[in-house]
């Protein structure tokens, strides 16, 4: 398992990374304060606040877990 910081500040952000996390067969949350949707649920997603960085929990390690961070590493902070 592997946790990582995103932001998502626009729309079509939120598009493009629901596009990209979604061709994984991984399972991938994300969390934000007390609440925690399926990353790859375009709705869910517009329920958190985007404004503040969100937690991706990808539930997969090794290089199936790198893939997947190579792919959203244009959204990670810090």
Not at 3 to 26: A, G, M, Q
Not at 27 to 46: E, H, N, P, Q, T
Not at 59 to 66: F, K, N, P, R, W
Request: glycine share 2%; hydrophobic share 45%; net charge negative.
């Amino acid at each position: 398992m592997k946790t990582l910081k995103i932001i998502l500040p626009k729309v079509e952000d939120v598009r493009n990374f629901v596009n990209t996390v979604s061709r994984f067969d991984v399972d991938m949350d994300l969390r934000s304060g007390r609440y925690v949707v399926d990353a790859k649920s375009l709705l869910a997603i517009f329920s958190l606040d985007l404004m503040s960085p969100i937690e991706v929990v990808v539930y997969t390690d090794g290089e199936e877990a790198d893939k997947v961070i190579d792919e959203i590493k244009k959204y990670m902070i810090e």
